[in-house]
């Protein structure tokens, strides 16, 4: 069979899988001799087992190598576990993720890629609404803030970013998915225009896609603080158990952007 990925009525993609391993409420997990497990919420393909890494390490560390002492995080549509198979690299750092779709997490077990990271000790999942979720938690109380999956993102919503506001740290950032730079630019000057409402730097940065249409999609970055390439903690970048993809070089190339995109973007990125 083939799974296609559209993108409106611009660019379409297919990619060979051998069959679906699992389907329920919007979550699909493929399995692809090439490709390996292929993973999807609301028909858009997030990643698979062989670009995990290049989306994933790129999103955390890019993060947690920025931000000088993380010590919580919360990430905001993570059910699959993947971006805490990553976060958990880093000792100290415990991890809340809020989920609302609970199919997710058995589509991480359908696919057993991730779903182990959901039960480690320093990880904490909740299942329901992000604004009511967080509501209840104290002010100040993260140190970076990951939202995930970028069609589920709301970036007018005044509400969630309002609680998210509030419960990050005054040396706090944010990291959120910002769609493509190739074939959605107004969904990527959304992500970045949320962003410039409360940090004053906002900087987005690249990884690379197997599975997505044009082979790119895009990160934003919003920090209070710290400097994503100016700050960069070497050590942690260099020296962390565990990476196959992300390092300091990486870091640093992936906030690269050309002329003429930067001519389009310059309303929006503040650096």
């Known amino acids: 069979m083939w799974l296609t990925q559209e993108v409106g009525e611009i660019a379409r993609s297919e990619y060979k899988a051998k069959e679906k391993l699992f389907e329920k409420d919007g979550a699909e997990v ?6 390996g497990k292929i993973f999807l919420v609301g028909g858009k393909a997030l990643y698979c087992e062989h670009d995990s890494a290049m989306r994933h390490e790129v999103m955390a560390h890019t993060a947690m190598c920025t931000h000088e002492e993380p010590k919580r995080v919360l990430v905001i549509g993570g059910g699959d576990g993947a971006l805490a198979h990553e976060l958990l690299k880093h000792k100290e750092v415990k991890i809340d993720i809020i989920e609302r779709n609970e199919a997710v997490k058995e589509a991480a077990n359908a696919a057993g890629l991730f779903a182990n990271a959901l039960e480690a000790d320093r990880v904490d999942l909740v299942i329901g609404e ?3 979720t967080i509501s209840g938690r104290e002010d100040g109380v993260y140190d970076i803030i990951f939202l995930n999956r970028f069609d589920e993102i709301e ?13 990050l740290g005054e040396k706090g950032l944010v990291v959120t998915d910002a769609s493509s730079q190739l074939f959605d630019m107004a969904g990527h000057k959304a992500a970045l225009g949320a962003l410039c409402r409360s940090f004053k730097i906002v900087m987005p940065f690249v990884y690379t896609s197997m599975v997505r249409p044009g082979g790119e999609s895009w990160l934003a970055m919003g920090s209070r603080f710290f400097h994503p390439t100016a700050d960069i903690n070497l050590q942690r970048a260099d020296l962390t158990d565990g990476f196959t993809y992300y390092n300091s070089d990486l870091h640093i190339a992936r906030f690269a952007l050309p002329t003429g995109t930067f001519e389009q973007l310059k309303e929006y990125v503040k650096r």
């Open 30 to 35: 493929y399995d692809s001799a090439y490709f």
């Open 130 to 132: 992000a604004v009511e």
């Open 155 to 167: 970036f007018d919503d005044e509400t969630l970013f309002k609680e998210i506001d509030r419960v």
